[in-house]
C-alpha cells in the first residue's frame, strides 16, 4: 500500500505577521488601498458614462497590492505586474495621473494612449510593460531575475505577481521551473481571488493551495491572507530577505476576493449568485483595517474622514486633468510599434 508522503520541506506554510511597522507605515498603508479603491471605482464610473472604454476593478486585492508595493523598494527592485495590479503599480510609485492617461487613452500616457488601459508601464518606475496573455509576463520576470544574478545585483529583486487562474498556464510552470532551479532572486506573489473570470478555482486546479505548487519547483510556498496587509507585508518582505540573501524564490500565495466583476466588460451575475459576493464583504479588507487602525489608536475617525477627502480630491484632479488632455495623432500611429513611418498602403 502506498504510503502517505512525509512532510515535504517545501509543503507550504501559513504566515503570521510579526513585522513592526511604523504609525507612517501603517497610515501609508491605509492611504494606499483608498486611493486603489477610488481609482478602481472611478474607473467603472467612468466606463458607464460612457468616457472610457475599459477598466479592471480589483475591489477585494487592495492590502495584497498595498502591502506589496511597500515591501518593493523603488529604484532598486523590478515589477513584473498583470492586468489587475493598477493598485499595486501605484504603491511602487506609479502617479495616479498617469493611470488617467490610460484610462483615457491620452498623449500621454507612457503607451502613448494605444496600450490596452490599466497596462501600465514606467521603466524609470522599474515597472514592467506586460500584455494580456496570462503568465506571459512571468518568464519575462525570471528573466530580468536572471540577469539580477548574471550581473551580480545582490541588493535588487524582482516581484512578479499574477492570479490563480495563469497557474493552468504551461509558462507559469516553465517560469517556476526556472526560477527554483537557478535559486533567482524573485518574489512571486499569487493574488488569489477565487475566479478566473467565470471559471472558479475547483474548475481550475485539484488542488486547494496554489502555495503546494512550489514544492515541486524547489521553492517555499507561503499562504498568507489576503486581506490583512500586515500579514502581506510581513510575507513580501521576509520573502524579499531571503531573495537578497540568495536563498532563492518564495511563491506567496494571498487570499483575497474580487468584488467586482472581471472588467467593465464582463458580468459577474451571471455565473456567481450575489449572495456569494455578499458573503466575502464581511473581510472587505479596506473597512477592515480601517476598523484596525481605529481600534489600535493609530488613526482617530476624523483623521479616516480627513484621509477619504483628500485622496478623493486628488483622484478627482487626476480625471480631470487627464480627460482635459489631448488623444494622440493619427501620425503617431507606428511610434514606437515599428520603426520610422511605416505606412503598408503605400
Ligand atoms: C493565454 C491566455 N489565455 C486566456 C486568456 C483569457 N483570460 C483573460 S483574463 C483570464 C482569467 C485570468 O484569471 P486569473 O489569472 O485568476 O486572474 P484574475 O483576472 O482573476 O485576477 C483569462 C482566462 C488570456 N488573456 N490569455
Redesign the pocket.
Known sequence: MAKAPSAHPHAPVAVASHHELSKEQLRALFRSMLLQRTVDNRGFQLNRQGKIPFA?G?EG?EAVQAATGMAFQRGKDLLYP???DVGLCMACGFPTIEVFYSLFARAKDNGGGRQFPSHLTKRAAGISSFS?????HMTHAVGAAYALKYRNERDRVVICS????????G?WHEALNFAGLHRLPIVFVC???????S?P?EK?MAVQDVAIKAAGYGMQGIIVDGFDPIAVYDAVTTARAQALDGGGPTLIEAKCY?FLS??TDDDDRTYRSKAEVESHRKDDPVPRFEHWLLEHGVMSAGDVAAMKKDVLREVNECTDAAEAEPYPQASDLYTNVVEGAWEPWQ
Open positions: 479592471a480589483s486585492h498583470y492586468y489587475r494580456s496573455i496570462i503568465a506571459g499574477f492570479g490563480e487562474g495563469s497557474t493552468s498556464e509558462e493574488e488569489n481571488n477565487k475566479w478566473a473570470i471559471t478555482q481550475q474580487r472581471h472588467t
